[in-house]
């Protein structure tokens, strides 16, 4: 039933493919752990202005969080580089480079080919 108007939105392609999945996972823990970080310091600033007794545990908690974030950012960071390592990106390296260890790899071959077999030794 078509009844000839636009659709309400047009799907465009991403500007960038999808995250892997355990980067993403790791991204979205270290996201929830910076924001809880952040109510925390929060937390403690309003406490230590109103003068109140949960000031110091705040602060020693905040400070805890920080440590927490920061590893969290830094697990983003190295999950990334691990996935890309073991699952590799598809880039096309320049054909010069390419050429040139073509062309390395043919000589090595040829030069293994024409190369006569060493005489057996032990018939001699």
């Given amino acids: ?12 392609p991403a500007a960038r493919p999808r995250m892997a999945e355990p980067v993403r996972t790791a991204a979205v823990r270290a996201v929830i752990i910076v ?37 969290a950012v830094l697990d983003v960071w190295v999950t990334r ?21 073509r062309e390395r790899r043919q000589a090595r071959r040829r030069q293994r080919r024409e190369r006569p077999a060493p005489a057996d030794r032990a018939a001699a």
């Fill in 1 to 12: 039933m078509d009844t000839g108007r636009e659709p309400l939105w047009q799907e465009e």
């Fill in 35 to 71: 924001a809880v970080t952040l109510i925390q310091a929060m937390v403690a600033f309003l406490c230590t202005l109103s003068g109140s007794w949960l000031a110091f545990p705040a602060v020693l908690g905040t400070v805890a969080g920080t440590v927490v974030a920061t590893w």
């Fill in 81 to 101: 580089q691990v996935w890309v390592q073991r699952h590799g990106v598809r880039s096309q390296p320049s054909s010069t480079a390419r050429e040139l260890r």
